[in-house]
Protein backbone atom coordinates (compact mmCIF):
# COMPACT_ATOMS: atom_id res chain seq x y z
CA UNK A 1 0.00 0.00 0.00
CA UNK A 2 1.56 3.08 -1.42
CA UNK A 3 -0.19 5.90 0.58
CA UNK A 4 -1.28 6.33 3.90
CA UNK A 5 -4.46 6.35 5.37
CA UNK A 6 -5.73 9.07 7.93
CA UNK A 7 -6.90 8.09 11.21
CA UNK A 8 -10.66 8.58 9.71
CA UNK A 9 -10.03 6.43 7.05
CA UNK A 10 -9.07 3.96 9.27
CA UNK A 11 -11.87 3.80 11.76
CA UNK A 12 -13.91 3.33 8.20
CA UNK A 13 -11.39 0.36 7.05
CA UNK A 14 -11.99 -1.12 10.56
CA UNK A 15 -15.59 -0.97 9.98
CA UNK A 16 -15.10 -2.93 6.55
CA UNK A 17 -12.57 -5.03 7.85
CA UNK A 18 -15.20 -6.43 9.85
CA UNK A 19 -17.77 -6.97 7.15
CA UNK A 20 -18.05 -6.52 3.37
CA UNK A 21 -19.29 -5.64 1.41
CA UNK A 22 -21.38 -2.76 2.89
CA UNK A 23 -23.25 0.57 1.43
CA UNK A 24 -22.21 3.79 2.35
CA UNK A 25 -25.15 3.86 4.38
CA UNK A 26 -24.30 0.92 6.67
CA UNK A 27 -20.78 1.72 6.68
CA UNK A 28 -22.20 5.42 8.30
CA UNK A 29 -24.46 3.00 10.40
CA UNK A 30 -21.74 1.67 12.12
CA UNK A 31 -18.97 4.24 12.35
CA UNK A 32 -21.55 6.79 14.15
CA UNK A 33 -21.95 4.99 17.23
CA UNK A 34 -18.25 5.84 17.68
CA UNK A 35 -17.96 9.32 16.31
CA UNK A 36 -20.44 11.90 15.18
CA UNK A 37 -20.62 11.92 11.56
CA UNK A 38 -22.92 12.51 9.28
CA UNK A 39 -23.47 9.91 6.32
CA UNK A 40 -21.44 12.42 4.25
CA UNK A 41 -18.31 12.78 6.13
CA UNK A 42 -18.51 8.90 5.80
CA UNK A 43 -19.08 9.35 1.87
CA UNK A 44 -16.17 11.67 1.63
CA UNK A 45 -13.74 9.32 3.07
CA UNK A 46 -15.07 6.31 1.28
CA UNK A 47 -14.10 8.11 -1.84
CA UNK A 48 -10.67 9.00 -0.68
CA UNK A 49 -10.25 5.39 -0.42
CA UNK A 50 -11.25 4.34 -3.83
CA UNK A 51 -8.98 7.25 -4.74
CA UNK A 52 -6.19 5.48 -2.98
CA UNK A 53 -6.94 1.85 -4.15
CA UNK A 54 -7.71 0.54 -0.79
CA UNK A 55 -11.33 -0.72 -1.18
CA UNK A 56 -13.61 -1.55 -4.18
CA UNK A 57 -16.90 -0.69 -4.90
CA UNK A 58 -19.78 -1.90 -7.28
CA UNK A 59 -23.03 -1.27 -8.42
CA UNK A 60 -26.22 -3.06 -6.38
CA UNK A 61 -29.27 -1.36 -7.96
CA UNK A 62 -28.90 2.97 -7.72
CA UNK A 63 -26.08 2.50 -4.73
CA UNK A 64 -22.72 0.85 -3.84
CA UNK A 65 -21.45 -1.55 -1.88
CA UNK A 66 -18.18 -1.45 -0.60
CA UNK A 67 -15.58 -3.80 0.20
CA UNK A 68 -11.89 -3.52 1.27
CA UNK A 69 -8.64 -4.02 -0.90
CA UNK A 70 -6.12 -3.83 1.17
CA UNK A 71 -6.29 -7.18 4.41
CA UNK A 72 -6.40 -6.03 7.72
CA UNK A 73 -3.03 -8.12 8.43
CA UNK A 74 -1.33 -6.31 5.07
CA UNK A 75 -1.89 -2.84 6.50
CA UNK A 76 -0.91 -3.77 10.03
CA UNK A 77 2.33 -5.27 8.88
CA UNK A 78 3.40 -1.82 6.42
CA UNK A 79 2.31 0.32 9.03
CA UNK A 80 4.61 -1.48 11.87
CA UNK A 81 7.35 -1.65 9.71
CA UNK A 82 7.27 2.05 8.60
CA UNK A 83 6.35 2.93 13.03
CA UNK A 84 10.13 0.70 13.53
CA UNK A 85 11.73 2.15 10.57
CA UNK A 86 11.29 5.56 11.37
CA UNK A 87 11.28 5.67 14.81
CA UNK A 88 13.83 2.64 15.91
CA UNK A 89 16.14 2.04 12.91
CA UNK A 90 14.27 -0.28 11.24
CA UNK A 91 15.10 -2.59 14.68
CA UNK A 92 12.78 -4.28 16.82
CA UNK A 93 14.92 -4.54 19.99
CA UNK A 94 14.97 -0.73 20.66
CA UNK A 95 11.31 -0.25 20.15
CA UNK A 96 10.85 -3.06 22.97
CA UNK A 97 13.62 -1.46 25.32
CA UNK A 98 11.75 1.43 24.88
CA UNK A 99 8.15 0.44 26.50
CA UNK A 100 10.16 -1.48 29.18
CA UNK A 101 11.98 1.63 30.45
CA UNK A 102 8.99 3.50 30.73
CA UNK A 103 7.27 0.80 32.10
CA UNK A 104 4.74 0.06 29.36
CA UNK A 105 5.08 -3.44 29.67
CA UNK A 106 3.14 -4.93 31.75
CA UNK A 107 3.27 -8.37 33.71
CA UNK A 108 1.13 -10.28 31.37
CA UNK A 109 2.75 -8.29 27.95
CA UNK A 110 6.06 -9.66 29.42
CA UNK A 111 4.44 -13.10 29.33
CA UNK A 112 3.75 -12.98 26.33
CA UNK A 113 6.68 -11.82 25.16
CA UNK A 114 8.50 -14.43 26.79
CA UNK A 115 6.01 -17.45 25.42
CA UNK A 116 6.19 -16.09 21.45
CA UNK A 117 9.98 -15.74 22.01
CA UNK A 118 10.53 -19.41 22.98
CA UNK A 119 8.02 -20.77 20.05
CA UNK A 120 10.48 -18.76 17.82
CA UNK A 121 13.26 -20.41 19.23
CA UNK A 122 11.88 -23.42 18.34
Do not use: C
Not at 80 to 105: M, W
Amino acid sequence: MAERISDAEHAVMEVLWDDSPLTAQDVAERVASAREWSANTVKTLLGRLLAKNVIAHEADGRRYLYRPLVAREDYVEGESRRLIDRLFGGKLTPLVAHLAERDALSAQDISEIEALLKALKS
